[in-house]
């Protein structure tokens, strides 16, 4: 079956821009998570979304960071006002129930470029 | 606090050795422990899980690991190495905490295999 997708593979955008970064989740899948992955370091945590809860946004840098996932499926990343410190690779992951056990599904990723 | 530790942040074994690398954790209870790999330009890919049942967890392509509680560590080890192996590796433990579950990404550690 479908996978995990992830859109634009690679965007560049210029200092100041916002940006939109999509997900589409494997259908079925309840649990949503974003991570960023910056050059030589490991997975930091965006933003976990389960179900119909209030999403865990623990992980989100800045206020310039927002994410949403509408109908339970799809959900869109979005930075404002980019700078160049954003420069990373974006991976959405999705799993079935979200629980403690289970395995994550990631996707290929986004790779945000920011001159 | 850092809740997984990867101890090495490069490992380089020739083609037929075997592949050791160490994951150290920090976790008040039993934690659900996981092993990712990625290959170069490809999304991470779950290699095995441990979630409470038996300490030797097998994984794929001939991969296991240990759950050592009184060590605190899961060590990912192969006994013999091929060169499709070499992709980055990341240890992940995944808890609760402040009624959210987080999961929380190791370093990595980037195996080389050479011939």
């Known amino acids: 079956g479908a996978g995990v997708s992830q859109s634009p593979s690679n965007k560049v955008t210029e200092k100041g821009k916002d940006v939109e970064l999509r997900c589409d989740p494997i259908?079925?899948?309840?649990?949503l998570y974003w991570y960023r992955q910056s050059l030589g370091q490991g997975l930091e945590f965006l933003i976990y979304?389960?179900?119909?809860?209030?999403?865990?946004k623990s992980g989100l840098p800045s206020d310039r960071f927002s994410a949403e996932r509408t109908g339970g499926s799809v959900s869109t990343l979005t930075i404002q006002r980019t700078q160049q410190e954003d420069s990373a690779v974006y991976l959405c992951?999705?799993?079935?129930?979200?629980?403690?056990?289970?395995?994550?599904?990631f996707g290929p990723g986004t790779r945000l470029l920011v001159l | 606090a850092q809740s997984v530790t990867q101890l090495d942040s490069h490992v380089s074994v020739s083609e037929g050795t075997p592949v050791l690398l160490r994951c150290n954790y920090s976790?008040?209870?039993?934690?659900?422990l996981f092993w990712y790999v990625q290959h170069p330009n490809k999304g991470l890919q779950l290699l095995l899980k441990y979630t409470s049942a038996a300490t030797l967890v097998k994984g794929i392509n001939g991969f296991e690991a240990e759950f050592k509680k009184s060590e605190t560590s899961f060590h990912l080890t192969k006994p013999s190495a091929h060169m499709s192996d070499a992709a980055e590796y990341f240890c992940?433990?995944?808890?609760?905490?402040?009624?959210?579950?987080?999961?929380?990404f190791g370093s990595g550690t980037k195996l080389n295999v050479k011939p």
């Open positions: 992940v433990v995944s808890l609760v905490k402040y009624n959210f579950n987080k999961f929380y």
């Open positions: 976790s008040s209870y039993s934690p659900s």
């Open positions: 259908s079925g899948h309840t649990a």
């Open positions: 979304f389960q179900g119909n809860s209030a999403p865990d």
């Open positions: 992951a999705s799993s079935l129930a979200g629980t403690l056990q289970e395995t994550q599904y």
